[in-house]
């Protein structure tokens, strides 16, 4: 009940955030980040009608993905991943969030092709150049944006950050707006088979902020599921 209240409350504040913004609300779609959290929490969620998930850890998805059921929800790879990891993201996940290397991406684009799949990935971008986070740097990413699309089973998608966290998430704007901005700049490449449909971007404390600046996809852990220890 917990969490298709949470779940309720926050759709509610991303509907309200939206249209007063002048967006239209169907344009924010809601990821619940299950991370470290146990498949009975997904499955209250799918029961409640939630079908998007995000998992960070490739192991924990993969089980929790076979014991709920790869068909009965989005899967949204959201964690840092390794090119040796690529086969497992590419069986399992909708649409990897993580991409910020070339190499990375051609190794996606090798595995999605030996099981008939092109696969939709969003370029990473480490927005605050800070050292700790992945993510490509925001001057690397119209060339590596150029070089993806020339592959031929991976279709860039859009965009993904993580500022960093700050107790007031007026302070993020600066750096959601920037990646806007840099999306508009790879829409306006028209490259082949890149949709900049995507900007994933905003959690539990900054999503309002991010929608405000242009998020498609909101990533909300603690807020539906609670904290992790
Ligand atoms: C854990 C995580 C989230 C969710 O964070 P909350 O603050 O719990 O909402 C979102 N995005 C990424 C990449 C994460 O690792």
Redesign the pocket.
């Known amino acids: 009940m917990q969490i298709k209240n949470n779940i309720e409350k926050i759709q509610a504040h991303i509907q309200k955030t939206a249209i007063d913004c002048g967006r239209s609300p169907e344009e924010v779609h809601l990821i619940g980040?299950s991370?470290r959290k146990p498949e009975e929490l997904i499955r209250a969620a799918i029961d409640a009608g939630h079908r998007d998930f995000?998992e960070?850890y490739i192991q924990e998805a993969m089980e929790k993905i076979d014991s709920l059921g790869k068909e009965s929800a989005r899967w949204h790879f959201?964690?840092h991943l390794q090119s040796n990891k690529a086969r497992f993201a590419v069986k399992y996940f909708d649409l990897i969030h993580t991409v910020d290397k070339l190499k990375l991406a051609r190794e996606i684009s090798k595995q999605a092709a030996k099981i008939g799949k092109t696969q939709d990935i969003l370029l990473q971008i480490n927005i605050a150049e800070e050292e700790t986070k992945s993510g490509a740097g925001a001057g690397e990413v119209i060339d590596l944006a150029r070089q993806i699309s020339e592959l031929e089973h991976v279709s860039l998608r859009g965009l993904m950050c993580?500022p960093p966290f700050f107790a007031d998430p007026e302070d993020a704007r600066g750096y959601f707006r920037a990646v806007k901005t840099i999306s508009l700049e790879i829409r306006d490449m028209d490259l082949p088979g890149v949709e900049m449909e995507h900007l994933s971007m905003g959690?539990?404390?900054d999503f309002a902020v991010a929608i405000e600046e242009g998020a498609t996809l909101v990533?909300?852990?603690?807020?539906i599921f609670g904290s992790?220890d």
Not at 219 to 223: D, F, I, N, Q, S
């Open positions: 980040v991370k995000g960070n959201i964690g993580m959690m539990s404390n990533r909300v852990g603690t807020a992790r």
